[in-house]
Structure formats: structure tokens, C-alpha cells
């Protein structure tokens, strides 16, 4: 039930992922147009709401088909997507994120980590995509930091040499009890690491009225990660109904890098979000040993 879940979830990424293409606007769970640079999330003016994710007939984002069928006992066929980045990029960034846990057939469920050196050459490509979790809130184009992630804002507003991300899922459930999450790492010029940070929260993204998935995004209190971090931020994508929270995110600053973990809704834990802050210590405090 498990790699059903995983499947599922990977499903809606898909959907919203095609939706952005077809509107221009390719990456994560949405890119700019041409992935070129752009301005970050939280600037001064929003850009217009895009179309609202499509809903699928009789299911919740949480529990849709895949889009890729896996063959009974063959190889995961999304393991084939190329990567669209430029050069092998530093391959120090797969060291510095948080090993993969799996078991048995699960195993299969699991993409592995990869790092992309910027710039992408293809901006509708899934690659990326497949190694984060979005939420299915789509708002104005200012709020993607938030509900798509900070490595499709990377691709959006910073697709140019000299930035790179390090991109891992935990798909599956881990015997220690840990929910599935994601994990990304950014690095570049300080410039752009400061801009991706902590950019202002817009007004517009507190409360998004879009159809089909509507929500918002609500900052929430983080407690320091650790010994030289420069800043940090936690917030939650929230829905509706059934599903009140739809992704539980960190962002931490670290010298010289910055990473995020996001964690989705996921029907077999009630409460997933209460793991992120020992997720994101994990996380920083292996990030800033391997990369300092």
C-alpha cells in the first residue's frame, strides 16, 4: 500500500506539471516560460492566478494513478528520464543529502538522488519533478516558492551556470517510522541563495481561492537547526475538507548552501508534519558536514 501511495502522489506532480507546460510555464510543478531568469517569489507585484490544477474524476490528488505503469518485476521506467541539466555537476551534493531508505520491493519506488547543474536544458522535463513533492495548490506565479518548492523556483527565476541542486525523495514510509518526504539542495552565488531564503511571504499567497484545490500557505514557528545555520523558515500549504494541510516545508540557510525538506499528506500517517523538524535537523546536520 505503501508504493500505491507513492505512486499516487507522484501522479498529481505529474498532472500539475503537464498543466504548467501546457501554459506556458514548464518545471517542478511549474517553471517560467523558457526557464529563464525571472524574478523570485515574494517580489513586489503578483503575477496573475495560472489555471487551477485539473481534478481527477472520483479521487483526491493523494490518491490518483500513476502515470507511469511499473512493469510486474521490471525496472521503474521514470529511472530513464534524462537529465536535463548541463555537465555532471558536483557530485558531492548526492553526499551531502539524506541517505534513501527502503526494503524489499519498495526499492523499486525509489528514484535515485541526482543533482542538476543549471542550466536545464529542458524545461518540460519530469526529472526533477519526480524527486519532490508539490502541493496541489496553484496561486498567483509569486506563491511557487511555496506550493511547488524551492527547486522549481531555482529553475524558474535562476536557470544559469553556476547553480546546481541536489534533488532526493523518501517515497516510501521508513522502518524507523519516518513519513515519505523530500529533500532538496541548492547552491550558487550567495546572491541567489539570499534571494531564494527567505523572500517576503506575498499577501496573495496567504489565502488562494483557485479552484478545484484551494488553500493557501501559513507560515509556522522553526526552532534553530544548528550550529552555523544562517536562517530558517517553516510553513505549511494548507487545503480544505479532508485534507487541511497538503505539504509541511523547512528551508534552512546554511553557509555556502541552502535546503528544504517537504514533507506531503499521506494516508498512512495521520500526522506527517510532526516529523519535520527532526527530518530537517538530520538533514542540515549532514548538508553542513559534507559541504563545508
Same mark, same amino acid.
Given at each position: ?130 524527486? @519532490?513533492?508539490?502541493? %496541489? ?7 511557487? &516558492?511555496?506550493?511547488?518548492? !524551492?527547486? $522549481? +523556483? =531555482? ?19 521508513? @522502518?524507523?517510522?519516518? %513519513? ?7 547552491? &550558487?552565488?550567495?546572491?541567489? !541563495?539570499? $534571494? +531564494? =531564503? ?95
Amino acid at each position: 500500500m505503501d508504493g500505491t501511495m507513492e505512486a499516487m502522489t507522484r501522479a498529481l506532480t505529474l498532472l500539475l506539471i503537464m498543466l504548467s507546460v501546457l501554459t506556458g510555464l514548464a518545471g517542478c510543478a511549474t517553471r517560467a516560460p523558457g526557464g529563464g531568469a525571472g524574478s523570485p517569489a515574494g517580489g513586489g507585484t503578483s503575477a496573475p492566478a495560472r489555471g487551477p490544477a485539473a481534478s481527477v474524476a472520483g479521487v483526491t490528488p493523494s490518491t490518483s494513478a500513476t502515470a507511469f505503469m511499473m512493469p510486474a518485476g521490471g525496472p521503474n521506467p521514470e529511472a530513464a528520464i534524462p537529465n536535463p541539466g548541463t555537465g555532471a555537476g558536483d557530485q558531492q551534493l548526492i553526499r551531502a543529502l539524506l541517505p534513501q531508505v527502503s526494503s524489499g520491493r519498495e526499492s523499486a519506488f525509489l528514484l535515485p538522488p541526482a543533482v542538476v547543474a543549471l542550466p536545464d536544458r529542458d524545461p518540460g522535463s519530469l526529472f526533477i519533478g519526480l524527486r @519532490q513533492y508539490a502541493s %496541489p495548490v496553484v496561486g498567483p506565479q509569486a506563491c511557487d &516558492g511555496w506550493t511547488a518548492g !524551492l527547486s $522549481a +523556483l =531555482a529553475v524558474s527565476g535562476f536557470n544559469r551556470p553556476g547553480v546546481q541542486l541536489g534533488v532526493t525523495e523518501q517515497s516510501v514510509p521508513t @522502518q524507523a517510522g519516518l %513519513p515519505m518526504f523530500s529533500e532538496s539542495i541548492i547552491t &550558487g552565488p550567495p546572491s541567489v !541563495l539570499d $534571494a +531564494l =531564503a527567505g523572500p517576503p511571504l506575498p499577501a496573495a499567497c496567504r489565502a488562494i481561492t483557485t479552484p478545484h484545490y484551494p488553500g493557501g500557505v501559513k507560515p509556522t514557528t522553526v526552532p534553530a537547526p544548528g550550529p552555523g545555520a544562517v536562517s530558517a523558515r517553516a510553513f505549511e500549504v494548507t487545503g480544505t475538507g479532508k485534507f487541511p494541510v497538503w505539504t509541511w516545508a523547512e528551508v534552512i540557510r546554511g553557509r555556502g548552501f541552502l535546503m528544504e525538506i517537504r514533507i506531503p499528506n499521506q494516508s498512512a500517517n495521520p500526522d506527517p508534519g510532526a516529523a519535520l523538524t527532526a527530518i530537517a535537523a538530520n538533514a542540515y546536520a549532514r548538508a553542513a558536514a559534507v559541504l563545508a
